[in-house]
């Protein structure tokens, strides 16, 4: 069972629920994982102090030309639909590796053999524990782009058996849509402000649109207006939890503390959602 | 002598497009007799690597110098690998940007003078 904590606004607390959520469920003797796919700027770790057992680096294969072998036909750059591969001339071919999508598409096309896949690094993945709570983090690389690549990695790291919570990067573009792909549930934070409904709006329309079962969670509860609510209420959209807007949940934030172990009368916040997420059906038992 | 100048029409009464990858359009003239042909640019709305596309452009036009406003990293890397010769910071009319160059006024770029995707906010 994948349950994938996203938002369209970023701050929201995806983090702080994701983290607090997966340990919730691992203290209550589930099997669970806990998956940071936010890989531009993964901050689950820093509340759920995981003991790391492994670093693994993350490389996409890029184009290498041997020159000698071009004849400059011009195929390679023809096809590339990013300009990471173009050719000049006889022997005059450039690659740009950051605009590169590891399609295949060039050596395949190449007739002359001269274009071999080569591997570069885009990043690390993380894997460890925080008690029985299984963790893996994905960290893109400063100034790499491939971000659904490597949040399609540290997917790899799924445990079919486990319950999982991914953390989704903000906002409902390319990288969301990665994380989001094969989940089973779609918890979606918001506030209750205007941007957060208006971002809301957006992340409700992609969870839609993949055809994603999914119910809101308010943070910050009391801030804002009921616009938020309204909108869930006439969309018939369920809203799985509400955290109110308590100074001292963001001053645990603030030292990288859990919210459950630090102000225990939330841990029957999370135990409710939990017990709620007991009762999706998961896809892989379905026919 | 050929050389492509960013534009934002056909003609050579058009201003000098400040973009180079996501130029309106590339104005390819004969130095020396003023004839032209104008290139709509199909790279004005890529979702990425305009630059390198738009210097393939120019470089398939047979263009030997390129004046245009601003020039990127990429775009800059595929003109030079071409040996075509760079000049940025143009403003005014085509027509004023070929008589600029014909002057022999007009230093060479030999750097890019803009980061990535700069013509992306203008």
């Known amino acids: ?287 | 002598m050929k050389i492509a100048i960013t534009a934002t029409g056909k003609t050579l009464d058009s201003q000098v497009d400040p973009r180079f990858g996501r130029a309106a359009c590339f104005i390819i003239a004969d130095t020396e007799t003023m004839e032209f042909t104008a290139i709509e640019n199909d790279n004005i709305a890529a979702a990425g690597g305009a630059g390198i596309s738009s210097a393939k452009t120019v470089i398939d036009a047979g263009a030997e110098a390129v004046l245009t406003g601003n020039c990127g990293p990429n775009a800059h890397r595929t003109l030079a690998a071409a040996n075509i010769k760079l000049f940025t910071g143009l403003t005014g009319s085509v027509q004023t940007a070929v008589e600029q160059f014909n002057s022999g006024k007009l230093t060479e770029t030999t750097a890019p003078n803009v980061q990535s995707h700069f013509g992306m906010d203008t």
């Not at chain 1, 940071?36 to 290498?64: A, M, R, Y």
């Not at chain 1, 885009?122 to 690549?149: C, Y």
Request: glycine residues 6%.
């Open chain 1, 1 to 287: 069972m994948k349950i994938a904590i996203a938002s369209g606004k970023g701050g929201t607390g995806k983090t702080t629920v994701a983290t607090n959520l997966a340990r919730t469920a691992a203290r209550l003797g589930c099997k669970t994982q806990y998956l940071d796919c936010d890989v531009e700027e993964p901050n689950g770790h820093i509340f759920l102090k995981p003991k790391i057992d492994s670093t693994q680096p993350v490389t996409v294969d890029v184009p290498k030309v041997d020159l000698q072998k071009c004849t400059g036909c011009g195929k390679c750059g023809e096809l590339c639909q990013y300009s990471a591969i173009i050719s000049l001339a006889e022997h005059n071919v450039l690659t740009f590796e950051q605009l590169c999508h590891s399609c295949t598409g060039c050596w395949l096309i190449c007739p002359e053999n001269a274009i071999e896949p080569a591997p570069l690094e885009i990043g690390q993945i993380e894997l460890g524990k925080a008690g029985s709570l299984h963790f893996a983090s994905g960290l893109l690389n400063i100034g790499h782009v491939r971000t659904p690549s490597m949040i399609k990695e540290v997917k790899k790291h799924l445990d079919p058996d486990s319950l999982a919570f991914i953390d989704v990067p903000p906002g409902t573009s390319c990288p969301v849509v990665e994380a989001l792909k094969d989940t089973d549930f779609v918890l979606l934070v918001t506030e209750p402000t205007p941007f957060g409904l208006n971002d809301l709006k957006l992340a409700v329309a992609l969870a839609r649109e993949m055809l994603l079962p999914f119910a809101v969670v308010i943070n910050r509860s009391g801030i804002g207006n009921d616009q938020v609510k309204q909108y869930c209420h006439a969309e018939n959209i369920n809203i799985a939890l509400e955290l109110p807007d308590d100074i001292r949940i963001a001053h645990a934030y603030s030292q990288g503390r859990m919210l459950i172990d630090e102000l225990p009368e939330y841990k029957k916040h999370f135990t409710r959602l939990y017990k709620y997420l007991e009762t999706i059906p998961d896809k892989r038992h379905d026919t």
